[in-house]
């Protein structure tokens, strides 16, 4: 099937090829160049295809990953919804943040097995659109998901008496559902930018999913100013993310300093663990990715650190939080304790 066609209703800017053009120029046939405008309707997902002999491994690999990660999340949120002695802010948040990792990998893992089966690795360009900004959405809102749960932390160690008038439920909810909008929002500014002109220069993405740069470069009017501008929107999300966790935690590890029980310094520490295990692994394959200003200079290793976030971070997550917290450890023990009395 041809991916590539004359569309003369389209207002595109003709782009001629030249020495300094993308090399992904040399895609598109011979025939179709000259004085006219091929503009691609479809994407080709790149994926693994290089590594036709290992489908068969992803596959299963990946899959058994994604069963994993999908019974660890359920598991969570199920624990944290029956057990009423977990109906607090933090397990509340983190309920929410193992939602928000179950949608995460629905956006792109089922698409990544499917084309890990067939020999068509095409996407539509309204298929690509949506997944992307599914995928960047879902991204912002658990950067902002973490800095709320740091927040969190923060008033529980260093204002433990004021803690329960200012988490009250509906300042929650009210930044609960900021956290998302805000994400989201990113998500559509950039996803517009990205989509506000045509695809010419070839059609093959260089990802096994619709992330920014690859497709990006794929457009007809390759604008710096356009490049910096999601770029900023990336550095002020996942940097400013970061900072305010880092504030969080430097006002809580005063106030731990100060503690004079050994013990208090324990409990107060070991509640963190987790939160801060999730922060370093999900804030520094972001940074990796996206805050550098040419995130495709290597495709392959870019999918490698890709791999990680999108498929073993989500996993990592509920396992860390079930493994270093004890009260969710005592909770799920109670729990599977419960059911198998009453299957008894």
Not at 23 to 35: F, Q, Y
Not at 191 to 206: K, N, Q
Not at 264 to 269: L, M, P, Y
Not at 327 to 334: D, H, K, S, Y
Request: proline content about 5%.
């Amino acid at each position: 099937m041809r991916r590539l066609v004359l569309s003369p209703f389209l207002p595109v800017q003709r782009v001629k090829p030249a020495e300094t053009a993308s090399a992904s120029w040399a895609m598109v046939p011979e025939k179709l160049r000259g004085n006219r405008t091929w503009l691609v309707t479809e994407f080709v997902l790149v994926g693994f295809s290089n590594l036709p002999h290992l489908r068969t491994t992803f596959f299963t690999l990946f899959l058994l990953t994604y069963l994993v990660t999908l019974s660890g999340n359920i598991t969570i949120i199920t624990i944290i919804h029956v057990n009423r002695t977990l109906h607090t802010p933090m397990y509340h948040f983190l309920a929410v943040l193992s939602l928000s990792e179950t949608c995460y990998t629905l956006v792109t893992i089922p698409n990544m097995l499917a084309h890990l089966l067939m020999e068509s690795q095409a996407i539509s360009i309204p298929a690509c659109r949506a997944q992307m900004f599914f995928f960047v959405g879902l991204a912002c809102s658990q950067c902002f998901l973490l800095t709320l749960m740091g927040y969190d932390r923060y008033v529980a160690i260093c204002h433990p008496l004021r803690y329960s008038l200012i988490m009250r439920p509906a300042v929650c909810l009210f930044l609960g559902a900021l956290a998302f909008c805000s994400g989201f929002s990113v998500a559509l500014i950039e996803t517009c930018m990205i989509f506000s002109s045509p695809f010419c220069l070839g059609d093959r993405v260089e990802h096994f999913f619709c992330d920014i740069a690859p497709v990006l470069r794929l457009s007809c009017t390759q604008s710096d100013l356009k490049a910096l501008g999601i770029f900023f929107l990336s550095v002020l999300v996942v940097l400013v993310s970061f900072l305010l966790i880092l504030l969080s935690y430097a006002f809580i590890v005063a106030t731990i300093v100060r503690m004079p029980s050994a013990t208090g310094r324990h409990k107060a520490f070991s509640t963190c663990a987790a939160h801060l295990t999730v922060v370093i692994v999900h804030f520094g394959c972001a940074a990796i990715i996206y805050l550098r200003p040419d995130s495709g200079a290597n495709p392959e290793q870019d999918r490698l650190v890709a791999v990680f976030y999108t498929v073993v971070t989500p996993l990592l997550n509920p396992v860390v939080y079930t493994l270093r917290n004890k009260e969710v450890r005592v909770a799920l023990r109670t729990t599977l304790a419960r059911g198998c009395g009453g299957v008894q």
